[in-house]
Structure formats: structure tokens, C-alpha cells
């Protein structure tokens, strides 16, 4: 039960997210009077969940590699932290970013444990917050003129021209809800992936139903209670605080904001740029509210600007800014109570009798060629969770055969490389339990049961 209460601050976190997101996706809708509030929560809801659960894992792996949060209480206390910071966000009105809350609180665990930032992940996290607001601004500006154009050369009468509006604001609206499940589950469970308390699972024997798919649900309900409960303050906000809309201007706004974050979370359209050899998009959590108040922006600027409210905007750029700063900020506090004060373990710490961690490829090559999973020292070597393994796995000191032990554990952590050449090892059950620092110099150590 352990595990499922430090669940919880990641159901809180999805919660925070619920209420405050569904502005990003349906405000204008809402705003405009198109689509009523208790309708847009329930398409919401639905359409996040499946994003969430069947589209969630590619954004996940950035989000990792920025700062691998490998103890429970760790990965508690940060998404907790987060998850307090966007509440109080959504309190004040502010469309604010997950994405930026949960940046904050790995950067404040890695200065708080004294460990590694990736600063490529970083930097392609940071990138993304400055590309994120100018796509979405751009896209719906020349989504805004081709709509204008089109309805002004349609002749559609008033009332057909609502009916479309009102269906295409209920199609767009699921989209944008099915693309922030996709993007921003990752911010709501990603930390919690290494120590997933699901495990695969078959239904009817047909279909096959992920660990990582079972948590991501769980987070994606979470959002729909945000939803439904907290989230009406920042629709009113982004439905109206920022410009007034027309039923074509909020479906604009919807797409546009809904496209962007569809590019930052589809590992189909990565795939299939690069077999057509073109550059793609990092897969990375990126701001649901950067990426609706740019499109909100293009469209005001097309109209020249005079209608922005950038009394508001200055208060929503605030929020952005402090968002991560608090976060961390409330991070780094929040693990000193936790680790001195509840006695939790906040970080795993590996023992000094360890090699520092490696990926799999180097540490299998290396012990092709000298002692597998050993360093010259006959430490043994620890894994990452590299390449899609689940979670940091110490390769266990099992035999005294420097083959059958590295071999062992490589496949106990999830990777099956290819026998090294030669005669076959022995069989990991005639291995000796206990590894000595110092094995007998043999040209071939044999592995003998201990009594």
C-alpha cells in the first residue's frame, strides 16, 4: 500500500492539471458561448483518458533522461511540489504550464541530491518553451486567414454556419483533449515510472494492456476529476480574459493549440518523418497554456492587436516565469523535511562497492572483452534505465564466473545480447553465490556450488 500512497501526489498533480488544462482546450469554446461547460468537461475527460493510455509513453522518456528521480519518496515529493504550484496557479486564474512545474522539481531533486542534469534533455525541454508559443501563434494565424477567406467567399447562411462551428469546436475540442493526454501525462506519472507498481496484463487473451498504460489511466482519471471539479475559473480566463472570440476564432484557436501538441507527442509522425529523411520534433511534455495563448496572440495580432488585453498576458508571462522557480524552490525544501525530518529516502544513493552507472551496450561490450558486468577492480557494474529498460536495475552478485554473472543479471534487467563468442558459460545454477573481490587467477574460473 506504500507505493499507492506516494501515488497519490501524482494523482494530485493530475488533478491540478485537469483544472487547470481544460481552459487551454475548450475555453474558447466555452467562452464563446458555442459549447456548454458540462459537455466540454465530458469530452474532455474521454478523450484524455485514451491520449493519455494509448499515446502517453513517447513524451515520457525526455522527461527521464532530464533527471532519473530514482526513490519513491523522491518522486513523491516532486510531483507534490509541482502539483502545489499549479494549484496555486489555478487559484489566481493563471493558465500555466505542467510541464514547466515538473521541470522545476527534478532540476530542484538534482541540486538538492547533488545529481546530473542532462543539459541536452534540458536544453531540449527549454527550446521547446520558446518554440511551443511562436508555432502555435503562427499556425493559427494562417489557419485564422484561410478560415476568414473561406467563410467570406462561402455564402453559408447564419445558421448553418453555427451548426458546423458548433460540431467543428466539438471535434477540435476532443482532439486538443486527446493531444494533452498524449503530451502531458508524462508530467503527471513519468517520475513514477521506475518504480511502477503495474505489471502487464492480458484481457481476454487478445488484448495486451501495458504497466506504463495501467498508470498512465490511472493519472488521465485523475485529470477528469480536475476537470470537472476546479476548472470552470481558467476556462473563464482564457475564454475571455485574454480577447474576445468569435465562434471561428475559437475554432481556430483549439486546432492550432491541438496541432502543436500533437507534433511534440506523436511517436508516429516521428517515425514517419524520418523514413521520408526529414527533420523532426523532440518528443518532449511541451505547455498546453504557452501553446493556446500563442495561438490566442497570432490570431489578435492578425486582427491588429487592439483587442489583446496584454494587461492580462503580463500576469500569465508572470506565472510562467515562476512557475518552474517556485517549484523547484518548494522542491528542494520539501526534501530536506522529508529525508531529515520523516526519514524517508529520497534518492538511492549506489553503494561505493559499485561501478558508477553505465549504459547496457557499454557495459555488455565491455565484459565481452574483460570479465562481464566487472570493472578492472571486480566491481560489479549497475544498469540504467537506458533504452526502455524499467528502471535502474543493480546487477546482483550471483556467481563467481565473471560470465554467468554478468550474463545473468544483463538478462534479468530486460536486455538479451548475443552470447559472446567461444565455449558455451557454465549454467547460472552451479554458480557460487557470493563474488570475492579478489577471484583466483584462472586462465578459465570454473563455478562451483558453495555448501
Same mark, same amino acid.
Request: with cysteine.
Given at each position: ?7 497519490? %501526489? ?11 488544462? $481544460? ?29 493519455? $493510455? ?30 502545489? $504550484? ?76 453555427? %451548426? ?217 557494474? %549497475? ?45 547460472? %545454477? $552451479? ?21
Amino acid at each position: 500500500m506504500g507505493i499507492f500512497f506516494f501515488l497519490s %501526489s501524482g494523482l494530485f498533480l493530475g488533478w491540478s492539471l485537469g483544472a487547470n488544462h $481544460t481552459g487551454n482546450v475548450f475555453g474558447t469554446a466555452v467562452g464563446s458561448r458555442m459549447v456548454r461547460f458540462e459537455t466540454a468537461a465530458v469530452i474532455c475527460t474521454v478523450f484524455v483518458i485514451l491520449g493519455a $493510455t494509448f499515446s502517453g509513453a513517447g513524451a515520457a522518456h525526455t522527461l527521464g533522461r532530464l533527471g532519473s528521480v530514482n526513490a519513491l519518496a523522491g518522486a513523491f515529493t516532486v510531483s507534490l511540489s509541482a502539483a502545489l $504550484t499549479i494549484a496555486l496557479m489555478t487559484r489566481l486564474g493563471l493558465p500555466v504550464s505542467t510541464s514547466e512545474a515538473m521541470v522545476g522539481g527534478i532540476l530542484g531533486w538534482n541540486f538538492y541530491t547533488a545529481s546530473a542534469t542532462d543539459p541536452a534533455a534540458l536544453g531540449r525541454i527549454v527550446g521547446t518553451w520558446a518554440i511551443c508559443p511562436v508555432l502555435a501563434a503562427a499556425l493559427a494565424a494562417l489557419l485564422f486567414l484561410g478560415v476568414r477567406a473561406w467563410h467570406r467567399r462561402s455564402g453559408m447562411h447564419l445558421l448553418a454556419m453555427d %451548426s458546423l462551428t458548433r460540431w467543428g469546436l466539438l471535434a477540435v475540442g476532443a482532439f486538443g483533449a486527446y493531444s494533452l493526454g498524449a503530451n502531458n501525462i508524462a508530467n503527471v506519472m513519468g517520475v513514477f515510472l521506475p518504480d511502477n507498481p503495474f505489471h502487464d496484463l492480458t484481457i481476454g487473451g487478445l488484448i495486451r494492456v501495458t504497466g506504463a498504460q495501467q498508470l498512465f489511466f490511472l493519472g488521465a482519471a485523475a485529470i477528469g476529476v480536475g476537470v470537472f471539479t476546479y476548472s470552470r475559473r481558467v476556462i473563464e480566463t482564457v475564454g475571455g480574459g485574454v480577447m474576445r472570440f468569435s465562434p471561428l476564432a475559437a475554432l481556430v484557436v483549439v486546432l492550432a493549440h491541438s496541432i502543436v501538441l500533437f507534433l511534440f507527442a506523436s511517436e508516429g509522425l516521428e517515425h514517419l518523418l524520418i523514413r521520408l529523411h526529414l527533420p523532426t520534433l523532440p518528443l518532449v511534455p511541451v505547455s498546453s497554456s504557452q501553446a493556446v495563448i500563442g495561438a490566442i496572440i497570432g490570431i489578435g495580432l492578425v486582427r491588429g492587436g487592439r483587442e489583446l488585453r496584454w494587461k492580462t498576458l503580463g500576469g500569465i508571462a508572470v506565472g510562467w516565469v515562476a512557475t518552474p522557480v517556485l517549484a523547484g524552490v518548494l522542491t528542494f525544501v520539501s526534501l530536506f523535511f522529508v529525508e531529515n525530518v520523516f526519514r524517508q529516502e529520497v534518492v538511492q544513493r549506489h553503494p561505493a562497492a559499485l561501478h558508477p552507472v553505465v549504459s547496457v551496450e557499454r557495459a555488455w561490450a565491455a565484459g565481452v572483452q574483460s570479465g562481464i558486468g566487472r570493472d578492472p577492480d571486480h566491481r560489479i557494474l %549497475s544498469v540504467p534505465a537506458d533504452r526502455g529498460l524499467p528502471g535502474r536495475v543493480p546487477i546482483p552478485a550471483m556467481c563467481a564466473c565473471p560470465a554467468t554473472a554478468g550474463r545473468t543479471a544483463f538478462l534479468a534487467a530486460g536486455y538479451s545480447p548475443p552470447a559472446p563468442a567461444g565455449p558455451p558459460a557454465p549454467s547460472a %545454477s $552451479t554458480c557460487n553465490r557470493t563474488v570475492s573481490r579478489h577471484p583466483p587467477k584462472k586462465e578459465r574460473p570454473e563455478c562451483e556450488p558453495r555448501d
